[in-house]
């Protein structure tokens, strides 16, 4: 497992922009990495991911508007959210799976930061 810190949460206006950090502490490397999101009574749902190689992919509600990066001489996942809207507000989560490619399953990953809030009014 590894230690995940997520920030850059916050309230903003429909069509603003954030921009989530998760910076970990332990190996990430080659391992794929994930953004979740929760609401309230609702399952956490995978939005954005980034597999060991690089490779990307994001749910279709984000595509276009949230870009995954991945800064391994820092060990910090980014997610650049462009164009937001309200249903966009939750709680965000970083997530390690241990494998070099993963599905949006949430028992596959091992590794899950505290959250940040992300608030988006109209």
């Known amino acids: 497992q590894v230690h995940l810190v997520e920030s850059g949460g916050g309230s903003v206006q429909a069509g603003g922009s954030l921009r989530l950090s998760c910076i970990a502490s332990g190996n990430t490397l080659g391992f794929h990495m994930g953004w979740f999101r929760q609401t309230p009574g609702k399952e956490r749902e995978g939005v954005a991911a980034?597999?060991?190689?690089?490779?990307?992919t994001y749910t279709d509600s984000v595509k276009g508007r949230f870009t995954i990066s991945k800064d391994n001489a820092k060990n910090i996942l980014y997610l650049q959210m462009n164009n937001l809207k309200p249903e966009d507000t939750a709680m965000y989560y970083c997530?390690?799976?241990?494998?070099?490619?993963?599905?949006?399953?949430?028992?596959?990953?091992?590794?899950w930061g505290q959250g940040t809030q992300v608030t988006v009014s109209s």
């Open positions: 997530a390690r799976c241990p494998y070099y490619a993963c599905t949006y399953r949430t028992s596959q990953y091992d590794s």
């Open positions: 980034v597999d060991g190689g690089g490779a990307t």
